[in-house]
């Protein structure tokens, strides 16, 4: 009998991103989820873009989604560690996460042990090689004194202009000809020749489990297309959430 933990992945599932009743119908299904990973995980990993934006005032978070919230709140009271992973589309995050849902932060990715096996994971972004134009602009958004200057905007025009420069952000990404190499494949490839078992990372949209010599490529996809999840206790699988 096996006393390893069982851990749960999740990335890209852009809250906010389309109509609300389409939003509403995703919202559902990530509730449902997150009730389910109550009693069937140990702890949750959030590689990223959770919601389409996100910009958290120093007294104010912006409207929407109170569900997800409060049920990822209650999912760490109730035992479950939550990993939450920056994204490209997270643009400025405060203390709430931390204070009011219990989640951890990271805004880089990380090299993490899992059931003695040595995971890198990370959302994805700014690790493709020639997407120099896009680790600029990650710069610039994430500069501390910026974000300070962008704080004094009043919240309604914030979270307006937040918005739009996530769809910019979106329609950059999927535009942009990046070669006919897969570049996270690629930057996968060298960090298990470096000695790690699973590379795990979402941002691509683009589902994948590839076994690589000795480790495993692992894209968790999208909520958009396929709502899924991975699953880690002994071996790595992604399941379809229905």
Known sequence: MTDNKTYFFISDIHLGLDNRQIEKEKEKKLISFLHFAQKNCSELFIVGDLFDYWFEYKRVIQKGFFKTLSALTELSECGVKIHY???????LHRDFF?????????YDAIDIELNGKRFFIGHGDGLIKND???NILKKILRNKILQRFYSAIHPDLGI???SSTSKKSRDYTS???YGTVDGLLETAKLKIESGYNYVLFGHSHVRALDKINNGIYINLGSWLERPCYGKYNDTFEIIDWK
């Open 132 to 134: 120099t134009g896009y």
């Open 85 to 91: 992973f920056i994204g490209n589309h997270d643009f």
């Open 98 to 106: 931390v204070k009011e849902v219990g989640a951890i932060l990271y």
């Open 160 to 162: 307006r202009i937040a």
């Open 175 to 177: 535009q942009k000809n």
